[in-house]
């Protein structure tokens, strides 16, 4: 399955390996990624940016394969303006859509900006205000359009404004129901929100699933691509059964920590492991779950549909449920014994087999999972030596 990143999400994963985490939200950067590297086969990020992050995560990747992850699973995109520009566009009209119903975020993000930029720096992302003050025919608007994607995907959201006419409306709107706002809060509310919709249409054009930074997910109300959250939550429901009480952690994560002990390093070559030994569930989910199908009820409930066989076979592994049996009938002719099988009985029974075998390693992570004493210091020890 081929997944798409955010470049905000990408570089805590560095800084959490150096024991240079800023803060918790670092370490929700890292431990996500963590997991993407076991589901992913690969993860890009947005290769249209300035030189100075291009090469700061070119850094990362050669430091990522050191520690064991194959070549070319974490790739850079190889985007022209006009592709970059179609993307810019089309996230506009998505965007100015989706802020008809949009809400503040209830609580404060723990991110000061993008991590990847100066101080003095992040600022500059907040240019676009100023330009839903323009009037559509306004000279300065076709100055800033043709002038912003210089600064390449830094200048996304004033090229979005400077281009929707109806993207500076609706923009506006929000900035009006707002008046109490700091910077700050625009940061954390609109320029999240907006971007967002920028790396989910990139994501769309390179037929790639989604997947947000923590940052930006608490933003946009979502997670990681929501085909992940219903499979690692069909793992923690069958944990949950055999305990009788539900997990403070997801499952994946918990093994991931259980066996690092604390270490961030430990974190990934566990992530890697596990990696190797799920080569087939990423096969499935490759061929099962198809890109482009929106984020609705609808389509979660036709996700989860497709993601039940993994479900049941993982119960009948756990011993909550029954399987198929194998269907050999045995009937007598003239009396003597005649073996007959069924033949939609036999299919069934083989595709059950075939999906057990598939889910070996996940059947491991629910049972170590399911008798785990399990508390916050496994969760602490890798927080005090990211934050060091």
Not at 181 to 197: C, E, T
Not at 206 to 227: D, F, K, N, T, W
Not at 288 to 298: D, S, V, Y
Not at 353 to 371: D, E, Y
Request: charged share 25%; net charge positive.
């Amino acid at each position: 399955m081929k997944l798409w990143i955010d470049n905000t999400g990408f570089y805590p994963v560095k800084m959490c390996l150096e024991n240079k985490a800023q803060s918790i939200a670092d370490i929700k950067e890292f431990l996500q990624f963590a997991i993407l590297i076991i589901f992913g086969e690969t993860l890009t990020l947005n290769g249209f940016n300035i030189d100075r992050v291009r090469e700061q995560n070119l850094a990362i990747i050669d430091q990522l394969v050191s520690l064991g992850i194959e070549k070319n699973t974490i790739t850079l995109s190889v985007d022209s303006e006009s592709f970059y520009s179609k993307a810019c566009r089309m996230a506009a009209k998505r965007s100015a859509e989706a802020l008809l119903y949009f809400t503040p975020i209830d609580k404060p993000i723990d991110r000061r900006g993008p991590v990847h930029l100066p101080q003095k720096d992040w600022k500059k992302h907040l240019r676009y205000i100023r330009l839903t003050q323009y009037d559509d025919n306004d000279p300065i608007l076709s100055d800033v359009a043709g002038k912003a994607l210089e600064q390449k995907a830094q200048g996304a959201i004033d090229y979005m404004i400077a281009t929707s006419p109806s993207l500076r409306h609706e923009v506006s709107q929000v900035i009006k129901q707002h008046p109490e706002w700091s910077q700050k809060d625009y940061f954390n509310n609109l320029n999240l929100f907006l971007r967002s919709y920028v790396n989910d249409t990139l994501a769309k054009q390179a037929l790639a699933h989604y997947c947000p930074a923590v940052v930006r997910a608490e933003s946009i109300r979502q997670r990681q691509a929501y085909m992940l959250n219903i499979l690692m939550s069909s793992v923690d429901d069958v944990v949950a059964e055999i305990r009788g009480m539900s997990i403070p952690l997801p499952s994946i994560m918990v093994t991931l920590l259980e066996n690092a002990k604390g270490d961030p390093r430990g974190v990934l070559q566990e992530a890697i492991r596990l990696r190797s030994k799920m080569t087939d569930v990423r096969k499935w989910l490759e061929s099962n779950l198809p890109i482009n199908l929106g984020n609705t009820p609808e389509v979660r409930a036709k996700i989860a549909k497709k993601i039940k066989p993994l479900s049941d076979a993982l119960q009948v592994e756990l011993g909550l449920k029954e399987g198929p049996k194998f269907p050999l009938d045995i009937y007598f002719i003239l009396e003597l014994p005649v073996p007959r099988l069924s033949g939609r009985e036999l299919t069934t029974w083989l595709q059950s087999r075939m999906t057990r075998q598939r889910i070996v390693v996940l059947t491991q992570i629910s049972k170590k999972t399911a008798f785990l004493e399990l508390d916050n210091s496994q969760i602490e020890m890798l927080c005090n030596k990211c934050l060091q």
